[in-house]
């Protein structure tokens, strides 16, 4: 069965900390990953989103994440993080033929200023 | 063109009630799918369709009905309510073009909060 699991639920790092949130995935054929983003009180955002090609893809706000096949990764990265950055981070698989994505559990950031 | 339209917005129901949540889009896309979003749980997909007349359980379907007579709606039914079914409901519409593979962009609804008492 597809499956997307997101390996930290409840992360607090201080403002210019660095982040990275862990997602791994279980889906055969080809994959569109994607990093969705909810700021408190309102809806889902696309932060970025990788199909194929370069596997380090760059989004909004300064975030990037980098697909490694190998390990079925897609894991989130930001130099320095800043209070807006304050969210719920979901990572999500689709498979391009019947447009089903998959989330994650969500991991929950919050930065402290 | 107005993108994905979820109506209502809120809706309160009393265990046992039926309604029926519904979406629409203008952009003429073949996939639409319907999602639940609990604390913790992230969202999970109830129902998809890959274009009018063909639907499909997706991870959570019990309690829940869907179909797709025009390629615009996806309308959401819950033929009798329960406490479970409290959660903020979002449907997406997407569709797959060929760029460096085939990729498929998917577009978000605000959402229905729906409580069950």
């Known amino acids: ?31 569109n990953l994607f990093w969705y983003v909810q700021y408190p009180g309102q809806h889902l955002q696309l932060l970025l ?17 980098e697909f490694i096949k190998s390990k079925f990764s897609f894991n989130l990265r930001k130099p320095s993080v800043q ?6 981070y979901f990572c999500a698989v689709s498979s391009s033929n019947t447009g089903k994505l998959i989330f994650g559990q969500g991991t929950t950031l919050q930065v402290k200023p | 063109n107005a993108g994905v339209t979820q109506t209502p917005k809120f809706q309160v129901l009393k265990t046992g009630q039926s309604m029926t949540l519904q979406c629409a889009q203008d952009m003429n896309h073949e996939y639409m ?6 604390p913790g ?15 499909d359980q997706g991870e959570v ?14 309308p959401l039914r819950l033929l009798s309510a329960a406490p479970s079914q ?17 990729e498929n962009i998917q577009y978000f609804g605000a959402g229905t909060r729906l ?3």
Not at chain 1, 54 to 61: Q, S, Y
């Open chain 2, 41 to 55: 749980m992230g969202l999970r997909l109830i129902h998809y369709s890959v274009g009018a007349g063909i639907t």
């Open chain 2, 61 to 74: 379907p019990n309690g829940y009905n869907v179909s797709r007579s025009t390629t615009e709606d996806f």
């Open chain 1, 49 to 65: 989103k990788y199909f194929s090609g370069d596997p380090l893809v760059k989004g909004i706000k300064g975030f990037e994440a």
């Open chain 2, 115 to 117: 409580s069950v008492l």
């Open chain 2, 86 to 102: 409290t959660s903020v409901y979002f449907c997406a519409s997407s569709y797959s073009r060929w760029g460096q593979g085939l």
């Open chain 2, 33 to 38: 799918s319907w999602y639940r979003q609990d």
């Open chain 1, 1 to 31: 069965a597809q499956s997307v699991s997101q390996h930290n639920h409840h992360v607090i790092l201080s403002e210019a900390a660095s982040l990275e949130l862990g997602c791994n995935y279980s889906y055969g054929g080809t994959v």
């Open chain 1, 83 to 88: 209070w807006s950055d304050t969210a719920e």
